[in-house]
């Protein structure tokens, strides 16, 4: 998004967004309006409000010239990234921890043949 534009975000409901929410239903949205070092054409309130509607973790104001702001974005996408492969990480653990093992107690289990001797290897 560029900040010294107006702003009109009916053609990027169908354009720019709709794939990504297609394709990548997990995916970490991110609003960045850029040429934040221009006079603004686009209000906070507009931005905010696009982004909340369009499910964007947060919207981030940028200058690709001055380089301001670029090391926030950085940093707190990494950090937003991070989190997320901890929690499926929590998730994977969860899910290992919660299976559970039967193990054969000698029962007799029609169509299995003890392997000689008193164990069942």
Known sequence: MQLTNSFDSSHLSSTSFFPCGVCARAAIRFLVGN????????NEHTMSTFASSHDCEEALVVSARTG???????????????????????????SWMDDTINVYQGEEVPGLKPQGGKGCC
């Not at 040429?35 to 686009?42: G, N, Q, T, W």
């Not at 974005?73 to 901890?86: P, T």
């Open 35 to 42: 040429k934040s070092d221009l006079p603004r054409a686009v």
């Open 68 to 94: 301001e702001g670029v090391a926030d974005i950085l940093s707190q996408v990494s950090e937003r990234l991070l989190w997320r492969y901890k929690e499926a990480q929590k998730d994977i653990q969860a």
